[in-house]
């Protein structure tokens, strides 16, 4: 059985690069899979939040989740502190890992970056994200390409254990779809799309009025030599756009590369904008309608936690017994 997990940071407003890198890929997984997807809020602690803005950021992205598609029936959908096993793992798996292979994880360097406090929760997370996807028998993570090296971490961890102390943890695999998992900024293309970076130009929220990101579409930065073509190092910026066309409409790259071919960057940016109001507005539609009833998605979030402890509290057990505990 096909068993996945992923999980989002409430750190910020979900950007169309996490829909199209992550989300699209939940609500594609779930009818083949037992599918668990985690509001990482534990994650979100790593800098300083504020806590009502926290609680309140972790429902809106349940809500997202559903809203795009996730369906809680098919689906485990819940909030990541509400299944205390996770912190425990976490714990339990620092003492099997180095601070040598977290020294190498590139998000932590940008993270950190000119910060003048940075937290040890910012430095040791990757090895909660190993937690969060072991303790469910994790076959596959859908993610954007940026986690990757998080990935290979949570194996090299889960093998490790396994070597030392007996088959413990199934060894995950990454799931990042060849194209689309890496949505660029639209003022820097050279940078990924991100929601907690400053810019706030440099991204669209899934939940963003067309009036705001139409704005921003027309004005993305692209090149000067005014030719439509895919070529991602040399036009990161057209690329990107072209990408996004593709994405949203779910026509072939090439077909969306010939269909602007000879016409300015203006119609590209034009006829983009109109299939996101499109796609974004069901979305945002049946976002609205969700939040209508938010005691249906409380009992949604108790149910699914209640689902994952069960599990959850199996992996610990397992890996207390293996550890001496
Ligand atoms: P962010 O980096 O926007 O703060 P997270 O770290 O919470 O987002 O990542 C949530 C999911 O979205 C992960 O699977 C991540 O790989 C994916 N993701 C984030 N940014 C992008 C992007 N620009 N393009 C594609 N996928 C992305
Ligand atoms: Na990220």
């Keep these: 059985m096909k068993r996945v997990f992923s999980g989002v940071q409430p750190s910020g407003n979900l950007t169309i690069g996490n829909y199209l890198g992550a989300l699209k890929q939940f609500v594609e997984l779930q009818n083949e899979a037992d599918a668990f997807y985690c ?89 909660l994200m190993a937690a969060d996807i072991l303790l469910y028998d994790t076959t596959h993570v859908p993610v954007g390409d ?50 907690s970076a400053e810019n706030e130009k440099s991204r669209i929220a899934i939940l963003e009025d067309p009036a705001t990101f139409k704005k921003k579409i027309m004005s993305a930065v692209t090149d000067t030599d005014n030719e439509i073509r895919f070529d991602e190092e040399n036009k990161p910026g057209i690329s990107n756009l072209l990408s996004l066309y593709s994405l949203f409409t779910g026509d072939s790259l090439d077909a969306t590369v010939a269909r602007f ?38 009992r949604i979030l108790a149910t699914s936690a209640e689902r994952a402890r069960t599990i959850a509290e199996q992996t610990v057990n397992r890996v207390k017994d293996a550890m001496g505990l």
């Design 39 to 127: 509001v990482v809020d534990l994650h979100a602690l790593t800098v300083q939040q504020d806590p009502e803005e926290l609680r309140k950021r972790s429902r809106e992205i349940a809500q997202i989740y559903l809203a795009c598609g996730v369906d809680p029936v098919k689906s485990t959908v819940f909030i990541q502190s509400h299944v205390r096993e996770h912190a425990e793992l976490g714990w339990l798996l620092q003492c099997v890992s180095y601070m040598g292979e977290l020294n190498r994880m590139t998000q932590f360097k940008d993270k950190a970056e000119g910060k003048a406090n940075v937290t040890v929760g910012l430095y040791t997370y990757p090895v």
């Design 146 to 195: 940026d986690q990757k090296q998080h990935i290979e971490l949570t194996r090299d961890i889960a093998e490790r254990f396994n070597n030392r102390f007996g088959e413990t943890f199934v060894i995950p695999n990454p799931q990042i779809q060849k194209f689309g998992a890496r949505i660029m900024s639209l003022t820097e293309p050279n940078k990924k799309m991100s929601k």
């Design 261 to 298: 071919q000879g016409e300015g960057y203006g119609t590209l940016k034009k006829q983009l904008v109109e299939v996101m109001t499109d796609k974004l507005g069901t979305i945002q539609a049946r976002y609205h309608e969700l939040s209508q009833d938010p005691a249906e998605l409380d």
